[in-house]
């Protein structure tokens, strides 16, 4: 009786020992199991990004007569900001520039738009523009210290502020007036926009050009505008 016992202990303890490993095993695969299955978006890394920064910098605008012969040049120099969202090696940017130019007309006549011809040596312009491109881009080069970026967009910019004196062929001077500046330049302007950038730490630098859609002026004799631009600027 007492070896039977015995074995009936021992056959109690194995089937306990058993039940208990198969339960703990049957956990670990569970768990094995959910981490197999868990979706991949959880392990990419892949988030959108936001970055947001400011620029300043120089540009120049080249005025091109319809005959081809003719062009005359602006230079000025401008600031803004930028918003840009970035996954892997795609981004999207949008911007808030302000430009300030000046440019010398040379050799036309205003004919189409204020009723009378008004014939001028030099229209001396000065004015204040606000540019809101929206760009698409991609990345050729993303290391964590240095990125080299290619993008092209739309960009709206909306004329703010005109000052425009012109002097005649007589060596008079003659300020337009504000309705006489109204019927004469456009309010709004469209470009398509191309450019290169390097982010170098948390230091940007950029090349942009901009092909004006139509042209700043209602004026026949001027076509779009060829607008160059040099920023630098930081991410916050």
């Known amino acids: 009786m007492k070896s039977l016992r015995i074995i009936i202990t021992l056959i109690l303890l194995t089937n306990a020992h058993f039940l208990w490993a198969q339960e703990d095993s049957s956990g670990v695969e569970f768990d094995i199991y959910k981490k197999e ?31 081809g012969i003719q062009s005359d040049e602006s230079a000025g120099y401008q600031g803004g900001f930028f918003f840009r969202v970035s996954r892997q090696r795609a981004f999207v940017q949008f911007e808030l520039n302000f430009l300030r130019s000046r440019v010398f007309l040379k050799n036309g006549i205003f004919n189409s738009e204020i009723n009378h011809n008004i014939p001028f040596d030099q229209l001396n312009l000065k004015y204040h523009t606000v540019g809101m491109p929206v760009i698409f881009g991609a990345y050729a080069v993303k290391n964590p210290l240095y990125k080299l970026r290619f993008y092209t967009g739309i960009e709206a910019e909306f004329l703010t502020k005109v000052n425009a004196t012109i002097v005649q062929n007589n060596n008079e001077v003659y300020r337009l ?15 398509y926009q191309v450019g290169m950038g390097m982010d170098i730490a948390l230091f940007i630098f950029d090349v942009k050009y901009s092909l004006g859609m139509r042209s700043l002026f209602k004026e026949d004799y001027r076509t ?12 916050f």
């Open 37 to 67: 299955r868990k979706p991949l978006f959880f392990k990419t890394g892949s988030r959108l990004h936001l970055q947001i920064g400011g620029q300043v910098g120089a540009h120049l605008n080249y005025f091109r007569y319809k005959n």
């Open 224 to 235: 779009q505008t060829h607008l160059f631009q040099f920023t630098v600027g930081a991410i």
């Open 177 to 191: 007036e504000r309705k006489e500046k109204r019927q004469i330049f456009r309010n709004t302007q469209f470009s």
